[in-house]
T-cell receptor, first 112, second 112 residues
Framework: DSGVTQTPKHLITATGQRVTLRCSPR?????VYWYQQSLDQGLQFLIQ???????AKGNILERFSAQQFPDLHSELNLSSLELGDSALYFC???????????FGPGTRLTVT | SQQGEEDPQALSIQEGENATMNCSYK?????LQWYRQNSGRGLVHLIL?????REKHSGRLRVTLDTSKKSSSLLITASRAADTASYFC????????????FGTGTRLTIIP
C-alpha cells in the first residue's frame, strides 16, 4: 500500500459525459501528479501540482482539467469524453520536486 | 513523446538468473528513476539515481547511469517469480521542466 488513495476504482460512462477522479496523496506529500496509461500511448504525464499550484503540464487535453485543494487532495476532471479517453488514470504523490513518486492504484475509465 | 526507451521490450528468464534491462534517453537529465508495475496496478518506485551518480544499489537491484551515453541499466540479481512485472525508467530534466517522462517499459517474465 503506497498510501495514495484514488476513487473511484472503476468508472464506466458514455461518450460526451463528464467525470471527476479524486486523489488523496500520502500524508505530508506536497506534490501530486496525474498520469494516463493506455495500451497504445503508454504512460503519459498529464499535470503536476505542488502545494496547490500547477507546476508542470504534459500532454493534457483542453477537455481535461485538474486542481489541488488546500488539504492537498486533487481532482482530475475529464469532460466531453471520447472513446479514446478509456484508460487507466494514475495519481502519484511525492514529498516535493525531484523525489520518488508513490502511485495510487489507479482509476480504470471505460468510455462506451 | 517518450524520453526513455527501454531495451529489450520483453525478457524471459529462469528463476535464479540475473535480469538486465537498459534505458536510453535523448536529452540531458537531472534524475533517472526506475519503477516496477505489476499488471494493471500502480507503479512502485525502485531506485532514483542523480545525474552526478554512476551506480546505486538497493537489495538485489543495481542501477548504473552513463550520462555520456545517455543510458542506464537495471540489474536484478537472483530473480524470483515475484519479480515478474513491467519495468520503466523515468527521467526529469531539472528546474523549469520537472515533469517525469516515462519510457516504454520492459516486460520481465520469470519462469519458475
Amino acid at each position: 500500500d503506497s498510501g495514495v488513495t484514488q476513487t473511484p476504482k472503476h468508472l464506466i460512462t458514455a461518450t460526451g459525459q463528464r467525470v471527476t477522479l479524486r486523489c488523496s496523496p500520502r500524508s505530508g506529500d506536497l506534490s501530486v501528479y496525474w498520469y494516463q496509461q493506455s495500451l497504445d500511448q503508454g504512460l503519459q504525464f498529464l499535470i503536476q501540482y505542488y502545494n496547490g499550484e500547477e507546476r508542470a503540464k504534459g500532454n493534457i487535453l483542453e477537455r481535461f482539467s485538474a486542481q489541488q485543494f488546500p488539504d492537498l487532495h486533487s481532482e482530475l476532471n475529464l469532460s466531453s469524453l471520447e472513446l479514446g479517453d478509456s484508460a487507466l488514470y494514475f495519481c502519484a504523490s511525492s514529498q516535493g520536486l525531484f523525489y520518488e513518486q508513490y502511485f495510487g492504484p489507479g482509476t480504470r475509465l471505460t468510455v462506451t | 513523446s517518450q524520453q526513455g526507451e527501454e531495451d529489450p521490450q520483453a525478457l524471459s528468464i529462469q528463476e535464479g538468473e540475473n535480469a538486465t534491462m537498459n534505458c536510453s534517453y535523448k536529452t540531458s537529465i537531472n534524475n533517472l528513476q526506475w519503477y516496477r508495475q505489476n499488471s494493471g496496478r500502480g507503479l512502485v518506485h525502485l531506485i532514483l539515481i542523480r545525474s552526478n551518480e554512476r551506480e546505486k544499489h538497493s537489495g538485489r537491484l543495481r542501477v548504473t547511469l552513463d550520462t555520456s551515453k545517455k543510458s542506464s541499466s537495471l540489474l536484478i540479481t537472483a530473480s524470483r517469480a515475484a519479480d515478474t512485472a513491467s519495468y520503466f525508467c523515468a527521467t526529469d530534466t531539472g528546474f523549469g521542466n520537472e515533469k517525469l517522462t516515462f519510457g516504454t517499459g520492459t516486460r520481465l517474465t520469470i519462469i519458475p
